[in-house]
């Protein structure tokens, strides 16, 4: 456990604090212990005088503390005003548990003002409401006391599994998703039935809403659990969801947490607007986090699994998870079923008269519809199997049981 102290020159790094900090974070390192860094605090003290120096540049607490990770894992706590090297400290660490009271900026207003940058309150500085959209925050909670709570539960995540663990009855997974497949549902209830008890944290859920992540535990198993949202975008995969995506995953590596992915996509976003934003290199980064996980993990397409979206959400392919299986009623294919009939058929379309285009695409459509049925994928081995939704819980619990048994894979 390390903290700065508000009290005491507003938390702000002196080289003693550097000196004592840099010397538990090596530690730590040695010892291999999960850490919990509570850092509000201005930064760093110009005017310290502890110790002769001239730019301080030297100070290796950001090098040592940077270093720790995939060595052990670290939460960061930020409640109050965390700027500069304080908010860096926060930004390096594993996750980021935030109260509604904290600002989180690379400078604070004295340093913004010295830059000729304009004067600033402090509260307009990295406000809640702006890092909890844009990913900087992982958690949002009501108080200090809230956060320790939630420390907890992330840390108990990283102990060793139960034997088994207590859910509601599964029963209801068969009816959870709408009868018409192209209604939006939201799937955190699926997560939540899926999981043990009161065991979800939920994951950076102001940011990129079309991806949910969250640390769970099925029947004893800690996991983290990534999922499409379909109430957002229809699922689709944008710039923003596959680097939370990427970088949920190698978190769950790092953490030695197994996945299980919950997909439901019609692929990545696609479009002018979606590429201005970088999309080819973040898509591919999230791809290639999961081909690189050395966890287990376990696909499970609930409706629709579409696209290169839909092999990114199963680690590259349907056959890189330990077991991809699907709900009875999804369906898989290259691209979505309508906009793959509507290319493959482009000439006789155009050639037929417009009032009877779209009936042709609706034909068209439904036949496709039963070619592309997850029975048939599994028949002819594109996925591992059709299960019956109720059995889900079990099948990822015995699954992921037996994959950790024999060590990471």
Same mark, same amino acid.
């Given at each position: 456990?390390?903290?700065?102290?508000?009290?005491?020159?507003?938390?702000?790094?002196?080289?003693?604090?550097?000196?004592?900090? =840099?010397?538990?974070?090596?530690?730590?390192?040695?010892?291999?212990?999960?850490?919990? &860094?509570?850092?509000?605090?201005?930064?760093?003290?110009?005017?310290?005088? =502890?110790?002769?120096?001239?730019?301080?540049?030297?100070?290796?607490?950001?090098?040592?503390?940077?270093?720790?990770?995939?060595?052990?894992? *670290?939460?960061?706590?930020?409640?109050?005003?965390? &700027?500069?090297?304080?908010?860096?400290?926060?930004?390096?660490?594993?996750? *980021?548990?935030?109260?509604?009271?904290?600002?989180?900026?690379?400078?604070?207003?004295?340093?913004?003002?010295?830059?000729?940058?304009?004067?600033?309150?402090?509260?307009?500085?990295?406000?809640?409401?702006?890092?909890?959209?844009?990913?900087?925050? =992982?958690?949002?909670?009501?108080?200090?006391?809230?956060?320790?709570?939630?420390?907890?539960?992330?840390?108990?995540?990283?102990?060793?599994?139960?034997?088994?663990?207590?859910?509601?009855?599964?029963?209801?997974?068969?009816?959870?998703?709408?009868?018409?497949?192209?209604?939006?549902?939201?799937?955190?209830?699926?997560?939540?039935?899926?999981?043990?008890?009161?065991?979800?944290?939920?994951?950076?859920?102001?940011?990129?809403?079309?991806?949910?992540?969250?640390?769970?535990?099925?029947?004893?198993?800690?996991?983290?659990?990534?999922?499409?949202?379909?109430?957002?975008?229809?699922?689709?995969?944008?710039?923003?969801?596959?680097?939370?995506?990427?970088? &949920?995953?190698?978190?769950? =590596?790092?953490?030695?947490?197994?996945?299980?992915?919950?997909?439901?996509?019609?692929?990545?976003?696609?479009?002018?607007?979606?590429?201005?934003?970088?999309?080819?290199?973040?898509?591919?980064?999230?791809?290639?986090?999961? %081909?690189?996980?050395?966890?287990?993990?376990?696909?499970?397409?609930?409706?629709?699994?579409?696209?290169?979206?839909?092999?990114?959400?199963?680690?590259?392919?349907?056959?890189?998870?330990?077991?991809?299986?699907?709900?009875?009623?999804?369906?898989?294919?290259?691209?979505?079923?309508?906009?793959?009939?509507?290319?493959?058929?482009?000439?006789?379309?155009?050639?037929?008269?417009?009032?009877?285009?779209?009936?042709?695409?609706?034909?068209?459509?439904?036949?496709? *519809?039963?070619?592309?049925?997850?029975?048939?994928?599994?028949?002819?081995?594109?996925?591992?199997?059709?299960?019956?939704? %109720?059995?889900?819980?079990?099948?990822?619990?015995?699954?992921?049981?037996?994959?950790?048994?024999?060590? *990471?894979?």
């Amino acid at each position: 456990m390390l903290s700065y102290d508000y009290l005491v020159m507003a938390g702000t790094q002196g080289m003693r604090g550097h000196r004592k900090s =840099d010397r538990l974070i090596e530690i730590i390192g040695r010892m291999r212990l999960p850490t919990v &860094f509570f850092t509000e605090g201005g930064g760093g003290r110009p005017g310290d005088t =502890d110790i002769p120096l001239v730019s301080a540049l030297d100070v290796g607490s950001f090098a040592l503390w940077g270093e720790l990770e995939g060595v052990v894992p *670290r939460i960061a706590v930020v409640s109050g005003r965390c &700027f500069a090297g304080n908010a860096v400290l926060a930004g390096c660490a594993d996750l *980021r548990i935030a109260t509604p009271d904290a600002n989180l900026g690379m400078a604070g207003p004295a340093m913004i003002a010295g830059g000729g940058l304009g004067t600033f309150a402090p509260e307009e500085i990295g406000p809640v409401k702006d890092q909890a959209a844009n990913g900087v925050i =992982d958690v949002l909670v009501e108080d200090e006391a809230a956060a320790v709570e939630a420390v907890r539960s992330v840390l108990s995540c990283l102990e060793p599994s139960a034997e088994s663990g207590e859910a509601v009855d599964q029963a209801a997974l068969r009816t959870i998703l709408p009868h018409n497949d192209r209604e939006a549902f939201d799937v955190r209830p699926v997560v939540e039935t899926l999981a043990d008890h009161d065991s979800v944290i939920w994951l950076r859920e102001a940011f990129a809403p079309e991806l949910v992540t969250a640390l769970a535990r099925i029947d004893g198993i800690a996991v983290g659990v990534v999922a499409n949202q379909s109430t957002h975008l229809a699922g689709a995969l944008t710039s923003d969801a596959s680097v939370k995506a990427a970088e &949920f995953l190698a978190l769950c =590596d790092r953490w030695g947490l197994p996945l299980v992915s919950l997909v439901d996509t019609p692929g990545f976003m696609v479009g002018p607007e979606a590429e201005r934003g970088g999309l080819v290199r973040h898509a591919s980064r999230m791809v290639v986090a999961g %081909a690189q996980l050395s966890t287990p993990m376990v696909g499970v397409i609930l409706r629709r699994g579409y696209g290169l979206g839909a092999q990114a959400m199963l680690g590259g392919s349907t056959h890189r998870p330990l077991l991809t299986v699907a709900w009875p009623d999804a369906h898989l294919g290259p691209m979505g079923l309508e906009g793959a009939v509507r290319l493959s058929m482009a000439t006789e379309l155009a050639a037929m008269p417009e009032a009877e285009r779209e009936e042709r695409v609706a034909t068209l459509t439904e036949e496709y *519809r039963k070619q592309a049925s997850a029975l048939n994928a599994a028949r002819v081995f594109e996925i591992d199997d059709v299960i019956d939704p %109720a059995e889900t819980r079990a099948v990822v619990a015995a699954t992921l049981r037996r994959a950790m048994a024999g060590g *990471r894979s």
